[in-house]
């Protein structure tokens, strides 16, 4: 028999700490050089939750303090026109109401989703500096072509107001269409879009993700039974602040609820609420738990879908608008990228 050493014992005995060694992937990138990206995540309540007479100039002073941040991509929490694509390629997996019809603009630009997509990074990479109302009108087409709703409506809000009409593939289905996007509740348009235009941006960029948080059971009620009384369970800090809430959501500025919500505090209870909360429930089948589960394959992919977003742009200055129990979870994973760093939303909203 092999006789074995001091050393080898102790090497052994120590093995499972060596095997367990964790490298620290946010140190990688301490001798970069170039600039490093700056990415701002302002989490958000849903817009449509608004109280009735809700006036979107509440959010100027938001908007103001984002307007300064200077950001260069902004992305919101949608699906994008790839992702829709694939979801109506597969509706026995995904349903077919995945996202919404295209068939308006397919009818007045003659392209559907994949060819639309192709003409959007055609047409934005050889875009003029000073465009013209036919191309603003014509790339807002082809925007709602590609089930990229949100960008279309950048293009309308940079047209002059008599130049809102229809033309240049934009009939009038599609320009009664953006028009009533003012009137939206939706954070997309009254924040993401409202602010790219006033940046002279051309587009917002849709990085949600429902590919992989789709639970396949036989059964749906029983699994939503079970995450409901999770949440209601370890639910009470949520609705006591969701009561303090409303009364701000009626003030004429929004931009003392938006400081609320991206607090520390504010954040650390909404991750409680819903993961904390889903984790400790008692579940013969573990339904809480598989929420979690594919509510973090859907936070890694939307983190993932961001980066992309900059990939090709060291350097840049990156807002997401996401709901506010999605941003400690950006947060947290956006910090281990490499060359990036997570801009403290706090200090910019003062």
Known sequence: ?????????????????????????????????????????????????????????????????????????????????????????????????????????????????????????????????????????????????????????????????????????????????????????????????????RLKLQRVHAIDNHTGDRIDLPDIKPFVQAIEAAWAAGGAALKESEQRQEAMMRAPDLLPLYRELNTAASLRMYAEANVSAAMRARSPQGYPQMWVAGWEVRNLRMVANIRETFREQPGARVLSIVGVSHKPWFDGWLGQLQGVDVVDVGPVLK
């Open 1 to 197: 028999m092999k006789k074995w050493t001091t050393a080898m014992v102790c090497l052994a005995a120590a093995w499972p700490y060596f095997s367990q060694a964790q490298v620290d992937l946010a140190s990688l990138d301490r001798d970069m050089t170039g600039p490093r990206a700056q990415v701002l995540v302002l989490g958000t309540m849903p817009l449509n939750a608004m109280p009735d007479g809700f006036d979107p100039a509440a959010l100027d002073g938001v908007l103001d303090r984002l307007a300064a941040f200077k950001p260069g991509i902004i992305t919101i929490e949608t699906e994008s026109g790839e992702e829709c694509d694939l979801a109506a390629r597969h509706p026995a997996k995904y349903g077919a109401d995945y996202c919404a019809s295209t068939a308006l603009a397919k009818a007045a630009t003659g392209l559907d989703v994949p060819a639309a997509l192709a003409e959007v990074d055609r047409t934005l990479k050889a875009w003029p500096a000073d465009a013209a109302p036919a191309q603003r009108r014509r790339l807002a087409a082809l925007f709602l072509a590609a089930n990229d709703v949100a960008s279309a409506y950048v293009q309308w809000l940079q047209l002059p107001a008599p130049e809102r009409r229809a033309s240049d593939s934009l009939d009038q289905a599609l320009v009664d269409k953006l028009a009533q996007l003012a009137r939206r509740n939706n954070e997309n348009y009254q924040l993401a879009a409202r602010l790219a235009a």
